[in-house]
């Protein structure tokens, strides 16, 4: 079965500052797509960005970019320029394969707090 | 507007009375999902549907049940409800693939307390 691994269960960031959450995957797959979600207080489970394996070009959305390093089966997301309502849960998620679950496998979450 | 739509959000009810959750997407979507979040265990898979009529176990299916009879429709049912079912569940949505090249769209939860 695959894992997904957030080291970080917490981090703490000073506002405007940039902070990167890691995470770790395993898979024997070689083309896939890896997301991160943001889940705020109101639980909402809301697409960050994503990234697609065969692509290296990291992916990017404003604010928040990714490092994808495939070999290494990492995939950190980097937020530049912290803003409060940055503050949230976020999850890394790799998609489930065989017999075409397409489901998607979480880790267990980084806790972002954001000081002002 | 696309979106994937549960209900209720919020419910309290007590140990073996019967429940549904509806769930219903509007993007013509074939694959449907259910999720539970617990503290600690982030999001685990319940049920699974990649079409109509065809549904599977998720890592977690154990006193869930689900139907699909249309396409945009996916409720979970939970017959004989328990305390341990106490958690915030999430139905998804997204074009079906197999190859794990789909992004995944969430309902806004639904808070379920069982006393």
């Known amino acids: 079965a695959q894992t997904v691994t957030q080291s970080q269960p917490e981090m703490s960031v000073q506002e405007a500052e940039t902070v990167t959450l890691s995470c770790t995957y395993d898979?024997?797959?070689?083309?896939?797509?890896l997301f991160w979600y943001k889940q705020p207080p109101s639980r909402q489970m809301i697409l960050v960005i994503r990234?697609?394996?065969?692509?290296?070009q990291n992916a990017t959305e404003n604010r928040f970019s990714v490092n994808f390093q495939k070999a290494a089966k990492s995939f950190s997301l980097k937020i530049s320029d912290s803003q409060l309502g940055d503050a949230a849960m976020y999850f890394c998620?790799?998609?489930?394969?065989?017999?075409?679950?397409?489901?998607?496998?979480f880790g267990k979450g980084t806790h972002l707090i954001i000081q002002p | 507007e696309a979106q994937v739509t549960q209900n209720p959000r919020y419910l309290i009810t007590v140990t073996g009375k019967k429940l549904t959750v509806t769930c219903s997407q509007n993007?013509?979507?074939?694959?449907m999902s259910w999720y539970r979040q617990d503290p600690g265990l982030g999001l685990r898979q319940i049920y699974y549907?990649?079409?109509?009529?065809?549904?599977d176990k998720g890592d977690v299916p154990e006193g869930y049940k689900v139907s699909r009879k249309e396409k945009r429709n996916f409720p979970l049912i939970l017959e004989s409800p328990s305390p341990n079912q106490t958690s915030l569940y999430f139905c998804?949505?997204?074009?079906?693939?197999?190859?794990?090249?789909?992004?995944?769209?969430f309902g806004e939860g639904s808070w379920l307390t069982v006393v």
């Open positions: 998804a949505s997204s074009p079906w693939t197999g190859t794990g090249r789909n992004t995944i769209y």
């Open positions: 549907s990649m079409n109509v009529e065809a549904t």
């Open positions: 990234q697609e394996a065969y692509k290296q």
């Open positions: 993007m013509n979507h074939e694959y």
């Open positions: 998620a790799y998609p489930e394969s065989g017999g075409g679950a397409d489901g998607l496998t």
């Open positions: 898979t024997s797959e070689s083309d896939y797509y």
